[in-house]
């Protein structure tokens, strides 16, 4: 490794610069508008690799720590830095971007207009996610993450919008309407806290401003050096937890989700659900509970509830869905009530099994939402009932679709498993009758997912299915990794959990939570655990 050389400036700038490389390619050149997109984000993949073999669970908090002047009259700065958990969530993106250029290969061939660049816009606001998606995780300026948390809508709106089903304009603007208006709200509560910052004579800056680094604000917090009426920080806290709610999303906050995932391609569905989204449960876990401790306690029962909500709703709503697609969607729904609950609960199981969580509900719906989509394809109805005996005529696609399905149910042996039991874990030392109601959805999601697996894949084959081809060379290229990963993480999930504990860890102590201590009951009386009468 190179001392001193800006890794994490080179990991954000890269798929901007290539996204901007590739507008300027000619238009009738795409076949290496493909190609050079592919070769940027493995460069993506390149640089996190060289960052992970660096980084050291054991050593600094934030390591790799860029920080040079901005706008100093306003207390800003670019400055980054990578945490343990951070760094599993740059992971997921940079093996899921590459993977979903190849799924969505041949996505943007057929779309008129667009002066016939419709493949390179494609790719560039692919790739100007991934960009913006990788500068929210490793930013450490609250200005600089907003902005970047922010202006990742704009890409994401049009590939909805410009590439999307039938429908695709409506859900754009759903989308897009949703999340400003928790973004405007946000931009409220950063400016709260800037103004607060301002008033305290351990962050004023020397012109009597306030400052927006992360690291210090919460180092102010932790000491008490931060003096704030409770019902101020109640207010920046609901400011915050607002826009991540949304991003999330967290129930009642979700209906744009389904309609965005069922009219995006399929790839342009898992950017969003798998990669974008999770920027929003990251936020709540660096942003909201450590900027607001007191504040994250406060309305602690509230989310946890909200989020158990979310857990059985998505899973019931998925049973009734006749749309594959939809009923994926309401899937993720159910699985980020599972990370809320596991974030809000503040014990080192359920924060731990939450940022696994994040990673492996990445794979899984990539997965299941990418095996699903080449097979919509082939078909052209998303309606459950249009199949039926599909392994009969391409039993691997079928066979994929189940491995996948398996893990999105959190079947033992396969990855989400461990970071669910650790959710529940972690639930359960605080509230135990919400971990049991949460539990409920290991029922629900084997019901939708072994039901649906029945209906389109067993059974004799339909007239209409004879013809659907099995999975191509290409399409291989995508599912193998992901389902391989799937069972690596699922059998051995410690290199992940080595690197997300200690940051876990810290992330507690900053917020002065500890894990409950477990008791035992003799006769009438709860004991500690270790204790006599």
Known sequence: MVTGFPWLTALWATPIVGAAALVLLPAARRGLAKWFALAVSLLVLGITAVLTAGFDPGGERYQFVESHRWIPSFGTGYILGIDGIALALVLLTAVLVPLLIVAGWNDADQRPGLAGRAVHLYLALTLAVEGMVLMSLIALDVLLFYVFFEAMLIPMYFLIGGFGGAHRGRAAVKFLLYNLFGGLIMLAAVIGLYVVTAGSDALAGPAGGGTFDFRAIVAAVSAGDLMIDPAVLNL???????????????????????????????????????????????????????????????????????????????????????????LIAYTSISHFGFIILGIFVMTSQGQSGSTLYMINHGLSTAALFLIAGFLVTRHGTRLITDYGGVQKVAPVLAGTFLVAGLATLSLPGLAPFISEFLVLIGTFTRYPVLAVLAATALVLSAIYILWTYQRMMAGPVREDNRSIRDLIPRELVVVAPLIALLVGLGVYPKPALDIIDPAVGHTLTSIGEHDPRPTITAGDDPVPAGKGR
């Open 236 to 326: 920046l806290f609901l400011g915050f937890m607002l826009a991540f709610a949304i991003k999330a999303p967290l129930w009642p906050f979700h209906r744009w989700l389904p309609d965005a995932a069922v009219e995006a391609t399929p790839a342009t569905a898992v950017l969003m659900m798998a990669v974008m989204d999770k920027v929003g449960t990251f936020g709540m876990l660096r942003y909201s509970l450590q900027l607001f401790p007191d504040a994250a306690t406060l309305f602690r029962p509230l989310v946890v509830a909200l989020a158990v909500i979310g857990i059985v709703y998505g899973a019931i709503l998925a049973i009734g869905q006749t749309d594959v697609m939809r």
